[in-house]
């Protein structure tokens, strides 16, 4: 238990230290983490990497659906776009990891203007 305590005021910690978008490119880190790992492994990793993926990709699309959402429209509709070929991606027989992680890193790269 006091290992979870120390965790909580870790992650706390960081995050007040750390801007939003810093923390949003966190997730797609670790998506991409994920997906290097499990392109060629087994089909339960693999399956899994693609599920945290898909519910990423969920999350943003529904996030760009949010009227009250701060970004221009034409963004969200462009990242609804990115979205939707993402999941298209991911419902193929063999998703292609390499896409899936490109695309993960972009975004990664507009969170954090390292363009």
Do not use: C
């Not at 659906?65 to 193929?92: C, F, K, N, W, Y």
């Amino acid at each position: 238990m006091q290992t979870v305590r120390h965790a909580s005021r870790a992650y706390q910690s960081a995050a007040t230290h750390r801007s939003q978008r810093e923390q949003e490119a966190d997730v797609f880190r670790h998506a991409i983490g994920a997906l290097k790992s499990a392109r060629n492994a087994g089909s339960i990793p693999r399956s899994r990497a693609l599920a945290d993926n898909r519910r990423l990709w969920l999350t943003v699309s529904d996030l760009m659906h949010d009227p009250e959402s701060g970004l221009p429209t034409e963004l969200r509709a462009s990242i609804v776009s990115v979205s939707i070929a993402v999941q298209r991606e991911m419902d193929r027989e063999r998703p292609n990891f390499e896409f899936l992680i490109d695309i993960n890193q972009n975004f990664v790269e507009g969170l954090t203007d390292q363009r």
